[in-house]
């Protein structure tokens, strides 16, 4: 990512630049490109939709197709190289609890905000009706995909797929499905003859390089790509409703800022040894991906990339942790949606006392770890806690005006979430962070040169005899 490019700036550099013109031309143009009467000028909504929306929409589009074979090879290698059961029991166990962990810290805080401030207590009558009126047409088109999601046993029960190929061909993909059957091939290869399991794994690991080299291809053209996609948001976006939700977005901004630096910082600097500032500095190419992208999903190629060659994070575990992070640890997703919830029963005057408040907690957590790494992935969810807790599903309208912008910023704690795992398990499987590539390679509990393999041996029991 530090690679300078034919002008001399880095690469970094000049996507934080597309970042920051993307949003000042934005604004700049949403404020004075339009007419008497205050409405946008038609030429601004044609070059919104047949100049930056393409190109954003392109970049974006770049980075996701490489998502489900990425997060499939890396999975499958990562557990493969894991090695035996009891490895991949406990860094799976210690990856789920830091997952549920730091959503559940992230919701408490959103929660406790949002009981402090109180910001739909005194949201005017004609701001509700002007906003329900706006957006009523938008919210009832996701109510009806959060039919598809309701609740029950079913959801883990889907969990597993009838067809795999089917879970990664959906859009967007059905990434547990993807997922739980990474984890079964990774465990399997283990098992196979030794030979079968070397190729096999070098064939994913080619596949995994093969995803590195086309997301190489897609950042060159990152800096315009994030500056179409910030211009375009911006340009488009409805400053007045943030003035009407001002206090609703303090509160999340608070919200994810405080778990962000506070809570994420603290997290890092016990559990992986880290400097925080020092790992906010390597991690700002994923930060500007994740905040332009409002994906998860699109994220995660940078984040693997950084994680492993910024803060020398293992490859087996980058592959393992990260994949599942992307889909199902989403700390600001988390945070968002029991901040939100709250908000539309204050704004309806539906009490929710304490026991409403803990299913809130507990629901977020769920629906984050099932919300998709899409723009906008976790609406559908939202909609089923709000039906959970009795808060009219239809008042998501409200706040659907300043999404994209909120998406935004839980997009980037989502990510960051994921990488503070990934480093807490590499420093708790022993592993010394932020040591060059070569040092790692040599540490790699399986290196990818295998040795010459007996037939008749498993991977499994190849790699015990080591
Ligand atoms: N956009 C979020 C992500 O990809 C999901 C969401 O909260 O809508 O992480």
Known sequence: MSESTTTGMSLHTKILLGLVLGALS??????????????????????????????????????????????????????????????????????????????????????????????????????????????????????????????????????????????????????????????????????????????????????????????????????YGVFALIFTVTARFGFDILLQLGKYVF??????????????????????????????????????????????SATLPTSIKISEEELGVPAPIAGFVLPLGATMNMNGTALFEGVTVVFLAQVFGVQLGLAEQAIVIMLSVLTAVGAAGVPGGSIPLLVMVLTAVDVPAGSIAIIIGVDRLLDMCRTTLNVVGDITCATYIARSEGYDLLQPKAALAAADPLPREAAAVSPEGTVAEERAAD
């Open 26 to 223: 934005g604004v700049a143009v949403n404020v004075l490109a339009r007419d008497a009467n205050g409405k946008p000028l038609p030429e601004l909504d044609w070059v919104l939709t047949n100049v930056s929306g393409p190109v954003g929409q392109i970049y974006l589009r770049m980075l996701l197709m490489t998502v489900v074979p990425l997060v499939f090879a890396s999975l499958a290698v990562g557990v493969a190289k894991l090695g035996d059961f009891g490895n991949l029991g406990r860094i799976g166990a210690r990856t789920m609890l830091y997952f549920v962990g730091s959503m559940a810290i992230a919701v408490a805080i959103g929660l406790t905000l949002v009981n402090v401030v109180q910001p739909g207590v005194g949201l005017p009558e004609a701001t509700r009706t002007e906003l329900m009126r706006t957006f009523g047409g938008e919210a009832e088109a996701k109510k009806e995909t959060a039919d598809k999601h309701k609740f029950g046993v079913e959801t883990f029960v889907k969990i597993v797929p009838r067809n795999p190929i089917e879970s990664m061909a959906q859009m967007p993909p059905d990434m547990l499905g993807v997922i739980f059957f990474a984890l079964l091939v990774g465990v399997g290869i283990t098992q196979l003859r030794a030979e079968r399991g070397q190729l096999l794994l070098q064939v994913l690991e080619g596949v995994g390089d093969l995803m590195v080299f086309i997301i190489g291809l897609a950042m060159k053209l990152a800096p």
């Open 251 to 296: 509160v999340v901004l608070l919200g994810l800022g405080l778990h962000m630096f506070g809570g994420l910082s603290l997290l890092v600097w016990s559990l992986s040894k880290l400097n925080p500032l020092v790992f906010f500095g390597k991690v700002r190419a994923v930060i500007i991906t994740a905040f332009s992208t409002s994906s998860s």
